[in-house]
């Protein structure tokens, strides 16, 4: 009975030194965000893809995040985003590049209506185009 006591004691304390954890913020692994855009509202007689926008807006304006603020505004705003299963694909307007401390850069391409991230498509939060915008 001792070493069952001990057992379940050691298993329960393994577990709370666990959930005592700190979890860690995604954005602490970011060094810098890019936003390249063109304006949001500017039609084109065709969809342009994320391959295509840097061809079809190649004087885009630029936005930088280098200081944590701004880095945790945009990543809260990418945290949670919802995907979007019904075939759209974005009509790409923007480009997002975050640059993790790694040197690892993720590319999140970006419509009004919709953005692709890392091969799935998700629907664009209207605070990140206001974001861009500002």
Do not use: W
């Not at 944590?68 to 505004?73: E, H, L, V």
């Not at 949670?80 to 590049?97: A, C, F, Q, S, W």
């Not at 850069?105 to 990140?128: I, R, S, W």
């Amino acid at each position: 009975m001792k070493k069952l006591t001990a057992v379940i004691f050691s298993a329960l304390l393994t577990v709370s030194l666990f959930a005592c954890k700190s979890k860690t913020n995604p954005a602490d692994d970011v060094q810098s965000i890019k936003f390249k855009f063109t304006e949001l509202g500017r039609e084109t007689q065709f969809r342009i893809t994320c391959d295509k926008f840097d061809y079809y807006f190649p004087e885009g304006k630029e936005k930088n995040f280098d200081k944590k603020p701004g880095i945790d505004s945009v990543m809260q705003l990418l945290t949670g985003l919802k995907m979007v299963n019904d075939g759209t694909e974005p009509d790409v307007r923007g480009k997002i590049y975050i640059t993790r401390k790694n040197k690892v850069v993720d590319t999140l391409c970006v419509g009004v209506k919709a953005l692709k991230y890392k091969g799935n498509t998700y629907e664009t939060p209207q605070g990140l185009l206001v974001l861009i915008q500002q």
